[in-house]
């Protein structure tokens, strides 16, 4: 059997499992459904336990099947994702060796170096892995550390905007509150405050700012927000004015505080770097599947809630948009909870948590929640995680606290006394697995991840590894508060005139301003334009309207306009000024302009340029009857091509399960019988069987089929091969009729799984991405869906800095 099988059938190879001792007697590797995983994850385990391994190498399969995931960080552990060498070679691992360690085992950095490359190769051998699998796991994704608030890694700006969720979330009374609450929470928190939704003033005005722009859809800054606490849009909150409620002396008191934060140095790098845009984080443009580290060690505990609770409320609003689906699309993986989901307290980012357990299995979003200590966890959220992973405890109340959890979460379907056995004499590395997708709890011990374990990185560790690297997002990163200078043109070099130029009555003229303090502003002229672009095909079920402003500048020797070379206007011609301020300058007009009379024939040209080159350009996969949606981004079709063949290949792979189901069982109740009438002759049968080296393949068809068991030993009656049923059956005469029943029955289950592999690996093949092509085509407009066509002359306000000296 194909060795990779298990990855194209979206199953991660996480360890192999152990027998109830503890005892790996050649037991098989443990594989399991990454589809499981959207019924979220906890992994339980003290200090030592081997719990940041066991996320790693979850995090890696995710990877290799082709699945984005979001990391929070908050110890530094998780950076060592990027710490994966495929040569393997000792330089690659000299500048992360810690030279304490090295000294410690008396030994040179360079030797303990070669020491750490062997041992990475070794055991990556002992696991079934090679240095291919690094090299494409590496080729399958972009990993990047984002360092909100720190240019260490990658900065994200998080204090610029308050971005307006989606209308699917503003629609949804619950979550479109609870989004509000813990935003105005959060924020209120980084300044001190402990506002309480129901008494708090300082909570109930933010909210209900929020509640105002957001229900319009309108993102805020923080300039504006703080400009609404000074000067709010309503003048009543309840039944109480404004003033009586909050006087505004009171609210310039909270507003100075807010203000605090953006005038605050500390907060600098809170205001730039990569947007929160969920899409863009968890893919690239193309449509590749990205790993977000976000590591946030180097904060404080107020800022990291904040952070934390920011970053919940805008993947719920990124998981609102998309479409349901039964598969895993992406993780989200925390590796300390604690603080952020206790039991009794209600911090900030409890709520949104809580929510994303609650909803986010239904949009293919899987969450995995790491901790040392199972008090960290409000077991109010245990119903809503399905699969527990547990390693060794610090105390026995510790046991016994997962033991009510996990046993009082299977609805009885666990037994109290097994899970229990396997808690009490685990290592390091070992775990329990329960799930509600297994019919039994399970003790198996983790793989050999494919990433250098270093341990936690520091600030210059990451400040190290992000120099040099493409970092994922930074499309469009730009610091919030820079001001973005107009342009120059080359023709601006014309002395400055008092009074504007004279133009006839029927041009219409505009003012764009800066807010720049300037005695004497400056202007230099545009031809501005706009129009109304409809779309339609109703075959297609598209009718859509765009909004088109462009201009051009009108330099001393401008003729004709080229619309062709036309730029973007600024903003739209309705937020223009309609006067300039007093003492204005203006630079000359070219005469062509001075003597028209009126815009029309520009504005009959201009429509002509839109009839010829408008296009609504749309995406398409033929075979599968998919196309894009208008405005969609060719990365983000490739996204959704992605999720449609995986979806429908999980959906494909469950139907070759059932179909083969039922052959396997009966395959398998025979064989047990046969070996069971051994049995009785020969004692030590199941000794010899049980220490036959079970296969991949067998855990492949194991985890693809399922079992009606997982104990080990039927995989290992499963797997057994002919000679030693052979061998046992020699042992005694009489047992010749069952060493054939058998030998027949075992080439009757290894002809199944041949058969199974070969439809497993088409089926794979079959719903590559790879393997479909993506057109590309356009929607024309009609001479009669080009309307609302407005040409203005558009004088812009120069900012001074880069004015030209006036003649």
Known sequence: MDPQLYEKLGLFYLGRQLDGAGQPPAQPPLLFKSKDFTTHAAIIGMTGSGKTGLGIGLIEEAILDNIPSIIIDPKGDMGNLLLAFPELRPEDFLPWIDPADAARKEMTVEAYADKTAREWQEGLQGWGQGRERIAAMLAATTMTIYTPGSGNGVPVSVLSSFQAPAAEVVGDTDTFNALVNSTTTSLLALIGVEGDPLQSRE????????????????????????????????????????????????????????????????????????????????????????????????????????????????????????SGTSSLKALLYMDEIFGYFPPTANPPSKRPMLLLLKQARAFGLGVVLSTQNPVDLDYKGLANIGTWFVGRLQTSQDQERVLDGIVGASEGKLDRQQVKGMLSAMKGRQFVLTSAHLDVPLLFETRWVLSYLRGPLSAADIKRLSQGRPAGGEEGATPMNAVVAAPVPAGASAGLSDHPPLVAQGIEQLYLLHNLATEQPAFEPWLAAAASIRFYNSSRNIDIVEEKTVRLYLHENFSTPDWASAEECPCPLDQCALQAPTNSRYYPLPETVVRLKDLGGLARSFSDHLYHNSRLELFRVAALKLESRPGEQLGDFKVRLADLLRERKDAEVEKLRQSYAARQKRLEDRLDAAMNRVEREKADVVAKTADTVISFGAAVLGAFLGRRAVSATTVSKAATGIRSAGRVAREKGDVQRAEVEVQQLQQELNGLGVEVEAKALALADTFNPEHYTVETFAVKPRRSDLFNIRLALLWQMVPEQVMPAAS
Do not use: C
């Not at 309840?238 to 009586?244: A, I």
């Not at 790993?291 to 919940?312: G, K, N, P, Q």
């Open 203 to 322: 909570h109930i005005l933010l909210s209900s700012i929020l509640i105002h722009f957001w229900r319009q859809g309108e993102s805020l800054t923080l300039e504006s927000l703080i400009g609404n606490i000074v000067n709010p849009p309503f003048t009543k909150v309840g039944v109480f004015p404004l003033d009586t409620f909050y006087p505004q002396s009171q609210r310039m008191t909270l507003a100075m505080s807010l203000n605090g934060l953006l005038a605050s140095p500390t907060f600098a790098a809170w205001l730039q770097g990569v947007p929160l845009d969920i899409q863009r984080i968890l893919y690239g443009d193309d449509g590749r599947p990205r790993t977000a580290i976000f590591s946030i060690s180097h904060l404080s505990d107020s800022e990291r809630m904040f952070f934390v609770t920011t970053l919940l409320n805008q993947i719920i609003g990124w998981m609102r948009r998309q």
